[in-house]
């Protein structure tokens, strides 16, 4: 299974500031995606980092709010702009890895606890 | 919108007793995924299944699929205190790759 790490782990941020979140795998894979959780809850999908193009985002988040880049396909990055106390959560890089049972299978990074003051 | 339901949504008990936990949907999905959650980490690939009525075991957890493929079963025999987080399943479509629907969670405490 791929092996995912995150920078950074948590940070405090001042409300109006931009913070802009790692996610380092250690194969290249072809799906990358990034997560937001509240604590305890589950998971829900900012979007889809696509290598060499534009994100692809889900319901209700948009590329000015969280611009995400994917130089590479083991590496992307995710900004989290003009942050508010409403934007603090966990922050979840995921890849898509082949098995050789099931096709792909899901794989999370750490998570980045974030909390905007 | 597919949804897959959790329950029970929280649950607490002592060291050594059993449990299960559903997760339910209206939708038939190729494979469901249970993960496991401890605070500050990363959800845990537990196990996957993607055959209807299949059965799987690993150490004292049993996952059932059933056999329509909308829902999945976990079960836990003698809980220790280290299996305590949030457990969540996660059902994906061959046809939207990488775009996993996840359950509402279930958060279990196992106290010693």
């Known amino acids: 299974s791929a092996v995912i790490s995150q920078k950074p782990s948590r940070d405090i941020c001042q409300r109006g500031t931009s913070l802009t979140i790692q996610c380092q795998v250690d194969s290249q894979v072809t799906m990358m995606f990034w997560y937001r959780q509240q604590p305890g809850q589950s998971l829900t999908l900012i979007a889809t980092a696509n290598q060499g193009s534009e994100a692809t985002y889900e319901s209700g988040f948009v590329i000015d709010k969280f611009p995400i880049s994917r130089p590479n396909l083991t590496f992307s990055t995710l900004t989290v702009s003009n942050m508010s106390p409403e934007d603090s959560s966990i922050y979840l890089c995921?890849?898509?890895?082949?098995?050789?049972?099931?096709?792909?299978?899901?794989?999370f990074g750490p998570g980045t606890r974030l909390t905007v003051l | 919108t597919q949804l897959l339901e959790q329950s029970p949504q929280f649950l607490s008990i002592q060291e050594g007793e059993n449990l299960t936990v559903y997760c339910n949907s209206s939708s038939v999905f190729s494979s469901l995924q249970w993960y496991r959650q401890e605070p500050g980490e990363g959800p845990v690939l537990l196990v996957t299944?993607?055959?209807?009525?299949e059965v799987k075991k690993l150490k004292r957890l049993t996952f059932q699929f059933g056999d329509a493929r909308k829902d999945s079963s976990l079960h836990i025999t003698a809980a220790q205190p280290g299996d305590t987080g949030l457990y969540l399943c996660?059902?994906?479509?061959?046809?939207?790759?990488?775009?996993?629907?996840f359950g509402d969670g279930t958060t279990l405490t196992v106290k010693p």
């Open positions: 299944v993607v055959t209807g009525g």
């Open positions: 995921s890849v898509e890895d082949l098995d050789r049972e099931y096709g792909t299978e899901q794989f």
């Open positions: 996660a059902g994906g479509f061959s046809t939207n790759a990488g775009k996993s629907t």
